[in-house]
């Protein structure tokens, strides 16, 4: 008994020291090595400097393998272990690097040797960053794009991640490339951002990405790219000061390829405006886009789910590429083009992760099994306008729309800028003019005003049909919204005035008087901030100074119409004998003089926006 007791113990005991030094074992293999420093070699002709396999030495290092020379330009950092610690080499003396590429590479605690995310800014900490031009990431723990990640990096023009596993892009990740460059010889001064270049390939952690993120750089960015497998959802919610949405003036390219998507949102979508008469690149390719065994091309479009929206960006303009595939379920990949309003189909499979591969998840065999014809698309794989009725879909797809967005905005500014400007200053200035004469039954003035304002709501109603035709639906825009909610206002009024306005001597007649101004005088305000933020929407091309002119014409007539009440309380106060209505105070030189040069302006700023928005170049 004692003897089994005995081996059972002894048993245990070496079990326990096995375990022990296993564990040692492979503590010692994962602390960070302080073995010899990377290789350093250096192209001086080409500014390149490259290191190789190695641990990042520390401060006092003068190991002459490892010498980076002060004139590299381009420095390549492969397979290099960089310990967390204080006395890290710097690279503080490299003024002149515009290039940094990381590959292989990971930091590690000193004491328990630990992999953590990459210190990338303990690595460039001393560093100048703002000469910095490219930065290019292979295979590096990165996990979070944080606020801090590119602090100083002002200059930058491109970075790209391949193989990093990044989880999150933070909302201001992107900040600290907002302000640019300096600009030479001008001391203080910087550009607008540079950056032109984003690239996320081959990454498996992101699962999502809030498209508002790129707002500091919108202005500058040309070339987006992403590449993972996981990416199941891109969100976008225009920032607070965007002053109408974002917009990415210069993109020429957006590459999603291979991520869990089946669409981009619309709101997505609208942001992605190309800069005026330049083409403009979509993308869209080996994501989780299914579609059924159709008979053509034409149809497959149509019917698969998510993808329309694409293919009506595409349809807007000549301008426009799209690059799309889906997944059929018997029949392999489908890829095809739209150039030029024009179709390029492309249905036997090609070479991608999907080829062969199961449907992806969420196939469903409930597609709409709908007839569509041949005759739907042309021979050239163009629109076909004589298409069945019954079928056809032309209508969803509005062609080149430059002209109708130029006629939507010219009644507008015709509307608001004019009509309803005029109409305000008539009521509230002209009662005293020609007060003794009546004309259909009313004062000369109401006749005006409420022909000003009939003719702006027909305008309006006008505009807005156009715009609708235009762009096939809604767009998620701050200008829509206001749009809305003005057009709404404006309705009201003439509403209440035929149904609810008490006549003259009612004792109620006071309430109605007072929501009638106050309303009117809240829709006129919205209609200047929507019509300020339309002239600032890149798809209608319209010079910035259209926007500013909308602004001044508000304020100069708000302050003359501010002199024109003070002067005519003056009057009043200093009056022997004033009038119970103050508006029925007999006019003077000095008012009419106001009167005129407020209508000259008004004219002179509606005639000046209008001639910008029609010589803006086409731009759809």
């Known amino acids: 008994m004692f003897s089994t007791s005995r081996r059972m113990f002894l048993t245990s ?58 004139t590299t330009q381009y420095l390549f950092l492969r397979n290099i272990k960089f310990p967390i610690r204080e006395n890290s080499y710097r690279l503080s003396h490299l003024i002149h690097l515009t290039d ?74 992107f900040n600290p490339l907002a302000m640019g460059a300096p600009v030479s010889g001008l001391p203080g001064a910087r550009n607008t951002s540079s950056f032109k270049t984003l690239q996320v390939l081959q990454d498996e952690e992101l699962t999502e990405f809030a498209w508002e993120v790129l707002y500091p750089v919108a202005e500058s960015l040309e070339v987006i790219s992403f590449s993972a497998e996981n990416l199941a959802e891109i969100t976008y919610t225009p920032p607070i000061d965007s002053f109408g949405g974002m917009f990415l003036n210069r993109l020429t390219q957006l590459e999603i390829r291979e991520t869990h998507l089946t669409t981009l949102p619309v709101s997505v979508l609208n942001t992605f405006t190309g800069a005026a008469n330049a083409p403009v690149e979509l993308t869209f390719k080996f994501n989780k886009n299914v579609c059924p065994d159709c008979i053509n091309c034409l149809s497959c479009e149509v019917l698969m789910p998510g993808l329309w929206p694409l293919v009506n960006w595409a349809s807007v303009s000549e301008l426009r590429t799209l690059h799309g595939s889906c997944f059929r379920a018997t029949q392999g990949l489908l890829t095809f083009d739209i150039v030029g309003n024009s179709w390029d189909c492309k249905g036997t499979p090609t070479t991608s992760p999907l080829e062969n591969s199961t449907p992806p998840v969420g196939f469903s065999e409930g597609f709409s099994a709908s007839p569509i014809t041949a005759d739907y698309v042309t021979t050239s794989g163009n629109w076909n306008s004589t298409a069945n009725p019954t079928t056809d879909r032309q209508s969803d797809l509005p062609g080149p729309s430059n002209g109708r967005k130029k006629a939507h905005a010219i009644l507008m500014i015709i509307a608001w800028n004019f009509l309803v400007t005029i109409g305000i200053l008539t009521a509230r200035q002209t009662k005293n003019i020609y007060s003794n004469k009546i004309l259909l039954n009313g004062p000369v003035w109401f006749f005006a005003h409420r022909t000003l304002m009939s003719l702006a709501v027909i305008l309006t109603l006008s505009s807005i049909i156009i715009i609708i035709v235009d762009v096939g639906g809604w767009r998620d825009i701050s200008h829509a919204y206001l749009g809305v909610i003005t057009f709404s206002l404006a309705m ?99 008012q009419k003089i106001l009167l005129i040069v407020d209508v000259i302006f008004i004219t002179a700023i509606t005639i000046s926006v209008i001639v910008l928005i029609a010589v803006a170049p086409l731009h759809n």
């Open 100 to 173: 940094l590429v990381i590959q292989y590479s990971e930091s590690c605690e000193v004491t328990t040797g630990a992999t953590v995310p990459f210190f990338f800014q303990d690595l460039v900490a001393s560093l100048d960053r703002s000469t910095m031009r490219r930065l290019i990431f292979y295979d590096i723990n990165l996990q979070t794009i944080d606020d801090d990640f590119f602090a100083g990096f002002s200059g930058l023009e491109s970075v790209e991640f391949y193989g990093c596993p990044i989880k999150e892009f933070t909302h201001r990740a």
């Open 13 to 70: 005991l070496i079990v326990v020291q096995a375990a022990i030094s296993l564990r040692v074992c492979n503590a010692e293999e994962t602390v960070c090595p302080e073995g010899p420093p990377p290789q350093c070699t250096m192209d001086e002709p080409n500014g390149r400097t490259t290191c190789l396999d190695g641990t990042w030495p520390t401060d006092a290092s003068n190991d002459p393998a490892f010498q980076i020379p002060s």
């Open 492 to 590: 009201i009024q003439p509403f209440i005035a035929v149904f609810f306005r008490p006549h003259l001597g009612n004792a109620r007649r006071y309430i109605f008087n007072y929501f009638h101004w106050t309303l009117g005088r809240l829709t006129y305000l919205l209609s200047v901030v929507t019509m300020f933020l339309g002239a600032r929407l890149p798809v209608l091309g319209v010079h910035e100074a259209a926007a500013y002119l909308i602004l001044t014409c508000f304020i100069v007539n708000i302050l003359l119409q501010i002199g024109l009440e003070v002067h005519r309380n003056r009057q009043i106060f200093n009056a022997r004998d004033p009038p119970l209505r103050p508006n029925e105070f007999p006019i003077d030189s000095a």
